[in-house]
């Protein structure tokens, strides 16, 4: 039996209305659960990527990679384990000020876990912690001791450890295959 691992899918595409939903239905229709997502601009202009970690069997997952590259918007997609990625989340917190100035911890916690204050006021004070999910979870956990009054989570940013865009290739394959046909 494949083994099931957590894979980071980076899909490059236009920025078309409807494609992220598209994209999403294609995980749904094969009962893979997306455990973060994250879009935006890539270094190219013109060209949007969109970042989703799922788990899945290998085999799974080029079958689900396959099926994205067959939307027209869709430029070119790659999936990679995260050996292959530079990645982080970004997590933000809200807790009481008066319980976290009280507790005594406020110093300790924002060294222990490289966060920083965003927002402090009166009533609540927003800390900020870029990191893996293990990281943004132990400092939440921690907190909870302080009471968390809201948290939020990012999805996944990554970039592969390639010197280049991986869609660059591609890109730079089509266009010289475009000017043998048109010199044909």
């Known amino acids: 039996m494949e083994e099931i691992k957590n894979y980071t899918v980076i899909i490059y595409t236009e920025n078309q209305i409807g494609l992220l939903a598209q994209i999403s239905n294609i995980f749904t229709r094969r009962s893979m659960?997306?455990?973060?997502?994250?879009?935006?601009?890539?270094?190219?202009?013109?060209?949007?990527?969109?970042?989703?970690?799922?788990?899945?069997?290998?085999?799974?997952?080029?079958?689900?990679?396959?099926q994205i590259e067959k939307r027209v918007d869709v430029i070119k997609a790659f999936f990679?384990?995260?050996?292959?990625?530079?990645?982080?989340?970004?997590?933000?917190?809200?807790?009481?000020?008066?319980?976290l100035l009280d507790s005594g911890e406020l110093e300790s916690l924002l060294s222990k876990y490289n966060?920083?204050?965003?927002?402090?006021?009166?009533?609540?004070?927003?800390?900020?912690?870029?990191?893996?999910?293990?990281?943004?979870?132990?400092?939440?956990?921690e907190l909870k001791n302080i009471g968390v009054l809201q948290f939020v989570r990012s999805g996944r940013v990554a970039?592969?450890?390639?010197?280049?865009?991986p869609v660059f290739k591609f890109l730079q394959k089509r266009e010289r295959e475009k000017e043998k046909i048109n010199k044909s």
């Open 33 to 66: 659960s997306i455990w973060s997502l994250s879009a935006g601009p890539s270094s190219i202009d013109g060209i949007h990527n969109i970042t989703i970690t799922t788990d899945a069997t290998e085999r799974r997952i080029r079958e689900a990679v396959r």
């Open 115 to 141: 966060a920083r204050i965003v927002e402090m006021n009166k009533t609540f004070t927003v800390i900020q912690k870029t990191g893996y999910t293990d990281e943004t979870q132990a400092l939440h956990d």
């Open 80 to 99: 990679y384990v995260e050996d292959q990625l530079v990645y982080r989340e970004l997590a933000m917190y809200k807790v009481p000020t008066g319980k």
């Open 159 to 165: 970039i592969s450890r390639t010197m280049q865009e």
